[in-house]
C-alpha cells in the first residue's frame, strides 16, 4: 500500500530554515509526481510545490518562490521541501501528497489537479 510520512516541522523564528521530509513506500518512486501542499489557520489548503521524477518538472508558488526549493532521493525515496527565509505567513501545516504521472496527460506537475494519496501534516510555525 502507498504511504508517505511527513516529517520535520517546528518552531522557529522568521529569517530561519527548515527541511521538511516525505519519506514513500509502496510504489514507484520514479514513476511518480509530487506536491507539497499548506494549509494555514483560517485559510484553505494551497499548494506550493511540486516535482515529478517521471518527466522532470518543478513547480512553485508565488508565495514560496525563491525561498523554496523542492527536491527528491531516488536512494531513499524520500521527497525533500527547503525553506528558508521564513515568515511568520509561512506558518501551517504542511502536507506531502503523491499520484502516479506515467498515464495520458499534458507533461508538467503544474497542470495536475488531482493527488491519490496523501500523508499525515507536519506543522511549521514561524514567529516574529
Given amino acids: 500500500e502507498v504511504q508517505l510520512q511527513a516529517s520535520g516541522g517546528g518552531t ?41 521524477n ?4 518543478t513547480f512553485y508558488s508565488d508565495s514560496v518562490k525563491g525561498r523554496f526549493t523542492i527536491s527528491s532521493d531516488s536512494r531513499k525515496n524520500t521527497v525533500y521541501l527547503q525553506m528558508n527565509t521564513l515568515k511568520p ?6 502536507f506531502c501528497a503523491a499520484r502516479d504521472d506515467t498515464g495520458p496527460g499534458i507533461v508538467g506537475c503544474e497542470t495536475h489537479r488531482v493527488y491519490d494519496h496523501w500523508g499525515q501534516g507536519t506543522l511549521v510555525t514561524v514567529s516574529s
Fill in 89 to 94: 505567513e509561512d506558518t501551517a501545516v504542511y
Fill in 54 to 57: 517521471f518527466d522532470g518538472s
Fill in 12 to 52: 522557529l523564528l522568521a529569517g530561519g530554515s527548515l527541511k521538511l521530509s516525505c519519506a514513500t513506500s509502496g510504489f514507484i518512486f520514479d514513476d511518480y509526481a509530487f506536491a507539497w501542499f499548506r494549509q494555514a489557520p483560517g485559510k484553505e489548503r494551497e499548494r506550493i510545490s511540486c516535482t515529478s
